[in-house]
């Protein structure tokens, strides 16, 4: 692991900074830890927040130039986490577009389409869900039924899709159905962007165990989709599912920044609640003072873990494993330090914040690939254990 901030990147976070000073006014600020369960007067403030952002070139600077971003290398991405987080900055709307839709838009679409559709993307005016899992195809994806038939100039959609996040807001969706059933499984796949106000698409939320809305199923009855909006090549729809993230290496920066920062939260918590077997503070009983410690290993370790991948991306390693390790290591020590704050801060924290973030913590390790997919990875790949 090696490597220092270029005078470059260092110059960046002045410019950044004194623009946050400026722009992000308290109004903004407080949006900071929106979930995606939004009233109307939230979405409306967050769509402002980021169109300021998508004007100055800071919603997606991973993102080329041509198309609203920056260009910018990967030292500038981890600046552009540090910042944003420092400031405690709402981020952008499109948590799954930004990311990994519009890079296979960038990467496969016609012009048209990125000429349409990534604008929109950018400010926040059109909001993207990523129609992929299904009720019987989530880890072994390419097993997905959804069907599209074509009829002349269009492809007329059936099926249904699930877990789709940020689907009850959403109006477009990157959506993977089968093309070819007398195909190898994961050959006769088209991937298409999809209109969620045609006829026949019917959205419908789903409740978690925290009680917000935070994703949705979508039911697809004969619906009309232009072929114009095929997304890459006919029966090539997995290949160009699997181009994500090539535009945005700092997310592994912000797993550690979020993470160490809540660990700093139970620290202060726990000095000014009360201990058990009778200390003053939490914080000075011995037993509680080594669960922290655990927690605050966790998070310097996942730290470590970000900087290697970082490294390897400076010295010219493609992305690699490490982001299955670091995804690994991340949903574990969000769940181990949430269970942690319970038994730190007693059972009334259970309704407060340290609550909710408990309960969510479970969904960690079951979205973006869940725990067992990853350590199979992580067996294979780092490891170099054969296939089970
Ligand atoms: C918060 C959240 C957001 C999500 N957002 C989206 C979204 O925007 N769009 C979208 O399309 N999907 C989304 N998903 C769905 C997510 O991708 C799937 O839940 C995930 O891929 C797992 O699929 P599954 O739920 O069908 O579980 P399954 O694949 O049925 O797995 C069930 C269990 O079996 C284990 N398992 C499965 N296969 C193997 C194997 N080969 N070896 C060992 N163990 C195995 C799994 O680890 C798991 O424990 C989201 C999920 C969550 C929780």
């Not at 016609?110 to 000429?115: F, G, H, K, P, V």
């Not at 999809?194 to 419908?204: K, M, Q």
């Not at 912000?254 to 700093?264: M, T």
Request: hydrophobic share 40%; aromatic share 6%; charged share 25%.
């Amino acid at each position: 692991m090696d490597f220092t901030y270029p005078a470059s990147a260092e110059a960046f976070r002045a410019e950044f900074r004194g623009w946050l000073d400026e722009h992000l006014t308290d109004e903004f600020r407080s949006l900071g830890g929106t979930h995606l369960d939004m009233d109307a007067a939230t979405l409306a403030a967050m769509r402002r927040w980021n169109a300021l952002l998508a004007d100055a070139r800071y919603a997606a600077i991973a993102w080329p130039t041509e198309w609203g971003g920056r260009g910018a290398g990967v030292m500038e991405q981890v600046v552009f986490a540090e910042e944003m987080h420092r400031a405690n900055a709402p981020g952008t709307i499109n948590v799954i577009g930004l990311s990994n839709i519009a890079p296979a838009i960038i990467e496969h679409g016609t012009d048209e389409q990125r000429r349409t559709l990534l604008p929109r993307m950018l400010r926040g005016d059109d909001i993207w869900c990523q129609g992929f899992s299904e009720p019987n195809a989530g880890s072994d994806l390419a097993s997905l039924s959804t069907s599209a038939v074509r009829d002349g100039d269009r492809w007329i959609v059936n099926g249904q899709k699930t877990w789709n996040t940020l689907g009850h807001l959403a109006n477009w969706c990157e959506l993977l159905v089968r093309t070819d059933r007398d195909a190898p499984k994961h050959r006769g796949i088209t991937c298409l962007l999809v209109d969620l106000t045609r006829p026949g698409v019917e959205v419908r939320p789903i409740t978690t165990i925290t009680g917000e809305r935070e994703f949705s199923e979508i039911f697809f009855t004969d619906v009309a989709v232009p072929a114009t909006m095929t997304l890459g090549p006919v029966n090539d729809g997995w290949r160009v599912a699997m181009t994500t993230l090539a535009y945005e290496r700092g997310t592994v920066a912000k797993l550690h920044l979020g993470l160490r920062a809540k660990v700093q939260r139970l620290f202060e918590a726990a000095a000014s609640a009360p201990g058990p077997r009778g200390a003053p503070r939490a914080i000075d009983d011995p037993q509680v003072r080594r669960l922290l410690a655990r927690c605050y290993v966790d998070g310097e370790l996942l730290k470590l873990v970000s900087e290697r991948a970082i490294s390897g991306e400076l010295h010219g390693r493609g992305p690699g494993p490490e982001g299955s390790l670091a995804k690994l290591l991340w949903s574990e020590a969000d769940q181990q330090l949430t269970a942690v704050a319970t038994e730190v801060l007693g059972a009334a924290s259970l309704a407060d914040r340290w609550g909710r973030d408990r309960v969510y913590s479970r969904s960690l390790s079951i979205a973006g690939g869940t725990t067992q997919i990853n350590k199979n990875i992580v067996a294979q790949r780092i490891l170099g254990l054969p296939r089970g």
